[in-house]
């Protein structure tokens, strides 16, 4: 039973282009939580999808960044025109009920703007 | 919105002996506490949990407890070993949250 599946694991991107992260749950899981984490930091709660909706977005950024759990396919956090403080390591992790408990993680995505 | 403090950042113990952690938190009405590991270059693995309407729970060497007066929480490891080097990350699920507020988390260092 494989775990929640996260790629790229390192994504090198200059500044002003896009960044596209992709998360696959875990088998029977639909529901999908991203944080970031930034150096020597905890881990911050940035969107909370299930399949098709948005359901809790208060974390994330208002522009550039967007999230989407389609109804085929992994998940999909995007940053549009990346700056440098967008560098950091882009957890996601999934929960087989709604209401946050038990969150599995990925292994994450460590994104680097040059 | 939640808030948790975590202490210390840095805890060095010598192998055999106990460690523990401690956390607190700003939202009463916060019910779900989880505790993960996270090794260097890898996600967090959660390795305990306890919901609001338990004072205490075990698994092995691993154990928390909670006090929703105070609101606090502890990890506490008994009988370390080398591989319980790692950061220890407390969180808690806030009332009607549905993302986990994330302590600044622990270094753990299993001294040989």
């Known amino acids: 039973n494989a775990g929640v599946m996260q790629n790229p694991r390192h994504l090198v991107r200059r500044r002003g282009q896009e960044a596209r992260l992709r998360c696959s749950p875990m088998?029977?899981?639909?529901?999908v939580y991203w944080y970031r984490q930034l150096p020597e930091e905890g881990l911050k709660f940035m969107v909370y999808?299930?399949?098709?909706?948005?359901?809790?977005e208060s974390g994330m950024p208002k522009e550039r960044f967007s999230a989407e759990f389609p109804k085929e396919g992994p998940s999909i956090l995007r940053i549009q025109q990346v700056v440098r403080g967008d560098s950091a390591a882009y957890f996601c992790?999934?929960?087989?009920?709604?209401?946050?408990?038990?969150?599995?993680f990925g292994a994450g995505t460590r994104l680097s703007v040059l | 919105g939640e808030n948790v403090e975590q202490h210390p950042s840095t805890l060095s113990v010598q192998e055999g002996d106990s460690a523990v952690i401690k956390c607190t938190y700003s939202?009463?009405?916060?019910?779900?506490f989880p505790w993960y590991k996270q090794e260097l270059g890898k996600g967090p693995q959660l390795i305990i949990d306890?919901?609001?309407?338990?004072g205490e729970k075990k698994d092995q060497r691993i154990a928390v407890t909670l006090n929703k007066t105070a609101k606090h929480f502890s990890l506490h490891i008994t009988e370390t070993q080398p591989e319980d080097s790692a950061v220890y990350f407390c969180?808690?699920?806030?009332?009607?949250?549905?993302?986990?507020?994330f302590g600044k988390g622990t270094h753990l260092i299993i001294q040989p």
């Open positions: 992790a999934s929960s087989p009920s709604e209401g946050g408990i038990i969150q599995y």
């Open positions: 088998k029977g899981h639909s529901h």
């Open positions: 999808l299930q399949k098709e909706n948005i359901i809790d």
């Open positions: 939202d009463s009405a916060s019910n779900y």
């Open positions: 306890i919901r609001s309407n338990v």
């Open positions: 969180a808690a699920l806030g009332g009607g949250a549905d993302g986990l507020t």
